[in-house]
């Protein structure tokens, strides 16, 4: 299991501001694109890619079973979130709807509704909850301790009234689980993963991996089975590296004949697809043999949400 690097206040305020979420796919992409058909025949029509781009995200988004509750409430109660400051890092109230400001002051039953314009804003309102939510099982991880500030989930996380995230880890009763969901949402978060990195999302060392261990306690909290939360986790990555998602979603169309919709979100979530190396052995590599099937990377679907 890698760690990630040590991450500065700069980096860590940076990739807040941006939401900049990694993906291998910009530079396979780009591999793919610079191949020319000797033959010159007439330029692909990236049909297989448009109907991956609109399985791997939908265009209304996707509406999982997953609700915020009271989470939000509790996490400006408790001070992991200090709300003027989270607005005004974010450029102030007026940026945001009615809706998502009341998020911020009243419990939430909505289910959260992704789309590719707040992808990146719920990884910043489910980050904190994954960080500062308290399970026992985190006692056993590696990232507490006296350096758990060099994360970019724990460093990274500055719109706290601590001073840094690490003070705020594992420390509140954020999610309220029995200890079957408990054990649920730890076992998934165990085995499923992200393309950023090798790690699983239990360990979870940065943003995403925080968000996405977040909307597992969630959803387990309120009565979801394993195999939901397969579904939820897939859906809540393919939003968050979107690149990737739909380049796999072609791998499977092309190299195995499955549409995306009949692949097993737990296939897919774990190390063999959902890892950075996974993915570059597993899809990258295979899709080689199919380079007109992806545009050049300027009309591909970003990787950052």
């Known amino acids: 299991m890698t760690r990630s690097t040590t991450w500065t206040r700069r980096a860590a305020l940076g990739l807040l501001a941006g939401g900049a979420l990694a993906s291998p796919f910009a530079a396979t992409a780009g591999a793919f694109a610079n191949q020319r058909d000797?033959?010159?025949r007439s330029p692909p029509d990236y049909r297989l890619y448009r109907e991956a781009v609109?399985?791997?995200?939908?265009?209304?988004?996707h509406v999982s079973r997953i609700a915020l509750k009271d989470s939000i409430v509790r996490l400006i109660s408790a001070g992991v979130i200090?709300?003027?400051?989270?607005?005004?890092?974010?450029?102030?109230?007026?940026?945001?709807?009615?809706?998502?400001?009341a998020m911020l002051d009243r419990p939430s039953n909505d289910p959260i509704h992704l789309t590719s314009a707040n992808a990146a804003e719920f990884v910043d309102l489910l980050w904190p909850v994954g960080l500062a939510n308290h399970l026992d099982a985190n006692n056993e991880g590696s990232i507490g301790g006296p350096d758990v500030d060099g994360l970019a989930?724990?460093?990274?996380?500055?719109?706290?009234?601590a001073d840094t995230g690490g003070q705020y880890f594992n420390t509140h009763a954020i999610v309220d689980l029995s200890d079957e969901q408990a054990e649920l949402a730890v076992r998934i978060a165990k085995a499923a993963f992200r393309p950023c990195c090798d790690n699983s999302t239990f360990f979870q060392d940065c943003n995403h991996g925080s968000?996405?261990?977040?909307?597992?306690?969630?959803?387990?909290?309120q009565g979801l089975d394993e195999?939901?939360?397969?579904?939820?986790?897939l859906a809540f990555n393919s939003f968050w590296f979107p690149g990737t998602y739909v380049v796999t979603a072609l791998y499977f169309k092309a190299v195995k004949k499955t549409e995306w919709r009949d692949v097993d979100p737990k296939l897919v979530m774990a190390e063999k697809f959902s890892t950075a190396s996974g993915w570059a052995n597993n899809v990258?590599?295979?899709?080689?043999?199919?380079?007109?099937?992806?545009?050049?990377?300027s009309d591909?679907?970003?990787?950052?949400a």
């Open 38 to 40: 000797p033959q010159g």
């Open 54 to 61: 609109g399985a791997v995200l939908p265009w209304a988004g």
């Open 82 to 101: 200090d709300r003027d400051k989270y607005l005004s890092f974010k450029g102030g109230a007026e940026n945001f709807s009615s809706a998502w400001l």
């Open 153 to 161: 989930s724990t460093g990274g996380w500055g719109l706290g009234r």
């Open 211 to 221: 968000a996405l261990y977040a909307a597992l306690q969630l959803g387990a909290s």
């Open 227 to 233: 195999d939901a939360l397969y579904r939820e986790a």
């Open 284 to 297: 990258a590599m295979p899709m080689r043999a199919y380079p007109d099937l992806l545009p050049p990377p």
């Open 300 to 304: 591909a679907v970003n990787c950052g």
